[in-house]
Antibody
């Protein structure tokens, strides 16, 4: 079965760090671009960044609100995507999703909740 | 940065057709995905690449995209279609992924 499963969300104080993981199954992980999206409570989705496949350079792009604080990486040997989040702010609270585009269309994980609060 | 806009809400009676639009400059030259999000749940893609339907999605969902407007059409609307619907566009000129603000569909 094709799936993405996020984990690592937590309740954390402002200024803290957190690493999210997204484990993939059912498709050739190393061949795809992977994306992180978040959704604040009551808001629409927000693109955070992507990482290309190694064959396309494995480079990353990050959205302006998180550039310099968040880092996307991947471990193709573990079929896992990561999001390292540093210097967390209250406005970073929300559900974090990993997503990718396959032949049959985009797929999304179920998300992991991050709450940043003092 | 590229911007797409959706009506914030619409309502439709059961059995009728719902048409949700997504507008953006020269949107017809880009690829548009649509996804459905029910309260407290993860997004579910209902249309991708303008008009393709993922496996398992009802034939009542269809999509089109031309000029400056992409459209999601839901035929024979059912109570279970009540949800937020978002368009998503791939645009390389700014943030690669751009989302519409969402349309809340209410089934009367």
């Amino acid at each position: 079965e094709v799936q993405l499963v996020e984990s690592g969300g937590d309740f954390i104080k402002p200024g803290g760090s957190l690493r999210l993981s997204c484990v993939a199954a059912g498709f050739p992980f190393s061949n795809v671009y992977l994306t992180w999206v978040r959704q604040a409570p009551g808001k629409g989705p927000e693109w955070l960044g992507l990482i290309k496949s190694k064959i396309d350079g494995g480079t990353t792009e990050h959205a302006a609100p998180v550039k310099g604080r968040f880092v996307i990486s991947r471990d193709d040997s573990k079929n896992t995507l990561y999001l390292q989040m540093n210097g967390l702010k209250t406005e970073d609270s929300g559900i974090y999703y990993c997503t990718t585009y396959l032949v049959g269309g985009p797929i999304w994980g179920r998300g992991t909740q991050v709450t940043v609060s003092s | 940065s590229y911007v797409v806009s959706q009506p914030p809400s619409m309502s439709v009676a059961p059995g009728r057709t719902a048409t949700i639009t997504c507008g953006g400059n020269n949107l017809g030259s880009k690829s548009v995905h649509w996804f459905q999000q029910k309260s407290g749940q993860a997004p579910v893609v209902v249309i991708y690449d303008d008009s393709d339907r993922p496996s398992g999605i009802s034939e009542r969902f269809s999509g089109s995209n031309s000029d400056n407007t992409a459209t999601l059409t839901i035929s024979r609307v059912e109570a279970g279609d009540e949800a937020d619907y978002y368009c998503q566009v791939w645009d390389t000129s700014s943030d690669p992924w751009v989302f519409g603000g969402g349309t809340k569909l209410t089934v009367l």
